[in-house]
């Protein structure tokens, strides 16, 4: 019902042109959705969308798209690939059901029931990306906001591990640098931007101040940080171990004392660095403690589109973000056991349906050679390496464009996608719909046994 | 050859042939197939074209190499992509997330060219541990698959 309104209002065609504004990017985790898309029968153009999220949209008119499924490599009916995938995972033992990130929650919903159903393991992309600091949550607690919140408020904004001049190219412009917001009227000019990486990038280029750290030495510049706001000055070895001065500890520790409302933005330099899950932690006890001198708060830069969504569906529907295993009839959660990288490692999956990610392509090589040894079913849009490790491919229908749906954005507020087209084949409306068919093929083959 | 930290991570280039679906195009190549090394390092590894990767499991990888200011002597950084993964341990200290950064490696000059895409796949994944004749199906898409319009 909603979606008819928004289409009144929202999606014109006229002449074979279709014209769409607030149209939600489905690219980083940032959800853009002030994009605006003209669409002819064989172009496509954007306002608004980042270099990414441009090159996400022109795949709607793209001409590497798989269009029909396929099996082994031979094109095949639509009907006859949910047979094949159906009689993979109902014959598996370890069957594994990873659910990527760029589709929509609804979708997530059905692969977990799925996983439940034939009792597999259930992963998405949180677990190579925010992982350890979705741990992190659980052990230390986070203190957030809304994105809109570091738009109106934030007058300093500390960037650690994390690089968003490349990896969330809007994010600056749109929340937390140089819009000018309801409190921060001054714009750039009133906020400050401390950057920790031990590169020089893009990002670090525009900071004030740019602690470049040694690699992997996050938690002890944390942990100095945090003996200076407690009063104490941090043992003399920390310049050598981090490659931090004492100075400019200090000086960062005065900027988190004197500003009025501070965010951390954390990126994979915390999560993916030695010291994982402990280093985000460590972060965000530092927020709490930061909160006794003014308002602080930490937030994850989620890369991927609806990362933080699968965290949010799963959690409702077992009580665990990420990395799941229904193999007993009950949820239960253990990284480094049942999730992705580790079941893959140790050799214990048989086959595995991947949902709109590229395992093949993001994966480490030990885990990708697993991935050529047992069946893949994947729901994918382009070739690349994860049709490369593929046996049967279902044809991925791109969301937020063809069909509609809920992301999450990275600070986990809900967005409505709509769809302004329609997929380029019949057989399925959506990923979801894909997933429906072929968990009614399941339970068919299922219960046949 | 010199022992090195290895970072990798996104850049907007890398991650806009990605998002556009453009993985088996040379442009992959171009934007993840190299190696950002500070200058001290570029000179002692003798001013390479191109570098050798390998990780502690003796896997390597060949990327072009990039004499950058962005880098601190003794790091290195491959945007992430299939070639950084050939390096990148699984090993994820019980938390589902390998080492995509902070990695020990070894880095040494030699010859190239950079393997692109597809070729890396068969390479490593087909033809490099296990023969071809061990996969009983046609696994994998040809490159050429390109299905619109055949339909």
Redesign the interface.
Known sequence: MISNVVKQDLVKEEQGVIKCTDVTCP?CGMSCDDCEIELTPTSVTTKNA???????F??LR???????P?V???RVSWEKALDTAADILVNAKRPFFFMGSETANEAMAVGIEMAEYLGGLV?GNA???H??TV?AVQDAGQVGCTLGECRNRSDLAIYWGC?P???H?RHMSRHSMYMRGFFTEQGYQARKMVVVD????PTAAQADVHV?L???TDYEVLDALMTILNGFEPHPSVEEVT?VSPEQLHQVADMVKNCKFGVIWVG??I????G??HNASIAMRLTQMANKYSKFVILANR?HCNVAGFNQVLSWTAGFP??VDYSRGYPRFQ???Y????A??RGEVDALLCMCA?L??????????HL?DIPVISLE?????Q?????V?LPGVLDGMECEGTFYRMDNVPIYARSFTKP?FDFTESNEDTLKQLLKVVKEKKQKY | MMDIILNTGSTVYQGAIIKGGNKFTEGYTREAGYCNINPEDFDALGKPWFVRVTNEYGDSVVVRAKKTNTQQKGEVFIPRGIWANVVVTPDTESTGSPKYKNLPVKIEKCEGPVMGPEELMRHYYVTGNKSADSYNSLKYLDKTTSQIGSH
């Open positions: 690219v980042c270099l990414m999220g441009d090159a996400k022109q795949e793209s001409h590497h798209r798989l269009v029909y396929v082994n490599g031979e992963d677990t190579i990306c992982g350890p741990m690089n001049a490349d990896s190219p031990p590169r020089r990038s470049q040694k690699p992997g490659g994979l330099g999560a993916s660095s030695t994982k899950h890369g990420f990395a990284p480094g056991e999730s992705c990288v580790d893959l490692k590229d093949g392509g993001h994966l480490p090589k030990k885990a990708v050679e050529m849009i382009a070739p690349g390496p049709a490369f490790v593929s046996d491919i380029p």
